[in-house]
């Protein structure tokens, strides 16, 4: 009997990829280990979007060569690069792309017929609902379409199949996740949106909270917001990348809108959705963004729009657009703009958790003494400390008065326990 140890690098859409490798080898007979020590063989599924994320891959297939264990190599990075992995490092037993898992059960001797399982990585309190593969966005400065091919909605039979599965483990929130959310259903006969499927989330009584990232700037229209507005349980928080706000910049970027359609979309959300916490990205060292369009960017952060904001420094990607024009702003400018940005924007996060203190916040335990609140994505967000209470486990909905901030984190004490 093998016992494999999955190693799930990048994105919360790869770490789903990830699960799904996982419920097919051990619906086979395979022991999931969580230890690479304890593994027969190793799984690294990579991600190959930026610098960062493929030297993070490289050195990860490197720590775990060993000439004892099986080492199979998945994922993004393959997409892009297998015969190079391929010639550059032999030790490789095997190499797949993406949405491989059927392949990788094969190779371990494991055959998968009908709708692949997965057996979750996340705590039981929170799980993601991958809802498409792929994007038909032609960004200047991204390798998904080339990794990924063009948009591809699941049909609402197979995100019927992963709710049940989420619900099934006993996940409270699910956080639903795409290369494109407000893309969904253009692809699908039945004219269908990210609505329907909230809508079918919002009926199983299990799921208390339903959180939406990655959602295009030009595509969050008014229904949505007032669907979000009027629901119990899909929350008011948006992850909306909005990659820059000089018109020049968006323009070189390929977005689709410009500086008046940002403005625009924030007055809606701030008209139909008051008190929405908002999450974006910026690129800062784009080959087209000079001094003075940083300048812009960082006024506009200044104005405060956003509860967190994620900064990544360029990186040209081959294939792309924008790798035509080279990488014309220095690494150390790139990460000096970058440390400007986050640091005005964690004064502007500490303020704004800060009025949340006396409040009283409805929490959800991802583990002993740690938890969050709507306000908080999984990973990639702060957390609420909890005090006192009693005993709480992993997946208990509690409520908590907020008593301090810590930088960007919330503490709070359970309210009504002692």
């Known amino acids: 009997m093998k016992k494999v140890c999955i190693v799930s690098l990048g994105c919360s859409k790869n770490l789903v990829d990830s699960e799904r490798i996982g419920g097919v080898l051990e619906e086979g007979g395979v022991v999931i280990v969580d230890e690479p020590s304890e593994a027969d063989v190793l799984i690294v599924n990579t991600c190959g979007f930026i610098k960062d994320a ?26 892009r690069y297998k015969e190079i992995l391929k010639k550059e490092i032999p030790e490789i037993d095997a190499l797949f792309g993406t949405e491989s898992w059927k392949e990788v059960g094969e190779f371990l001797g494991v055959k998968t017929e009908g709708y692949p399982k997965r057996r979750l990585m996340t705590p039981t309190s929170y799980g993601y609902l991958k809802i498409s593969e792929g994007c038909n966005r032609l960004c ?9 091919g063009r948009y591809r909605s699941f049909k609402m039979e197979d995100i019927e199949r992963e709710l049940d599965i989420l619900e099934e483990s006993g996940v409270k929130e699910i956080n639903i996740v795409s290369q494109d959310t407000t893309y969904y259903g253009r692809d699908l006969p039945e004219n269908l949106d990210i609505k329907d499927i ?23 229209t008014d229904d949505l917001l007032r669907f979000i507005a009027e629901s119990e349980k899909v ?16 323009k070189h970027m390929r977005r689709g809108y410009d500086k008046k359609d940002v403005y625009n979309l924030l007055e809606r959300i701030n008209k139909i959705l008051p008190g ?6 910026f690129i800062v060292g784009y080959p087209a963004e000079d001094e003075k369009d940083f300048e812009e960017l960082k006024r506009f952060v200044e104005e405060g729009h956003f509860h967190w904001v994620h900064t990544f420094t360029y990186s040209p990607e081959e294939g ?38 006396g409040k009283r916040v409805e929490t959800l335990v991802d583990e002993k003494g740690i938890g969050r609140g709507y306000m908080h994505a999984p990973e990639i967000d702060g957390c609420i400390y909890i005090k006192g209470g009693g005993e709480v486990k992993q997946g208990d909905m509690i409520e908590v008065i907020i008593e301090d901030t ?13």
């Open 140 to 148: 200047s400065f991204c390798s998904i379409p080339f990794i990924r």
């Open 406 to 418: 810590i930088g960007i984190d919330m503490v709070g004490v359970r309210y009504g326990k002692k």
């Open 320 to 357: 792309t657009k924008a790798y035509d024009y080279g990488d014309t702003v220095a690494e150390e400018e790139k990460l000096r703009r970058q440390k400007e940005i986050l640091n005005i924007q964690e004064y502007i996060t500490e303020k704004k958790f800060r009025e949340f203190i």
């Open 198 to 220: 909230l809508r079918l989330a919002e009926k199983r009584k299990g799921i208390k909270w339903i959180r939406l990232l990655y959602l295009y700037p030009s595509d969050v």
């Open 276 to 281: 929405a916490v908002l999450r974006t990205a």
């Open 235 to 250: 929350l008011p928080y948006l992850d909306i990348p909005i990659q820059h706000i000089s018109d020049k910049v968006l």
């Open 54 to 79: 493929k030297e993070e891959a490289i050195e990860t297939i490197f720590d775990f060569v060993d000439e004892n264990k099986k080492l199979i190599v998945v994922g993004c990075l393959v997409e």
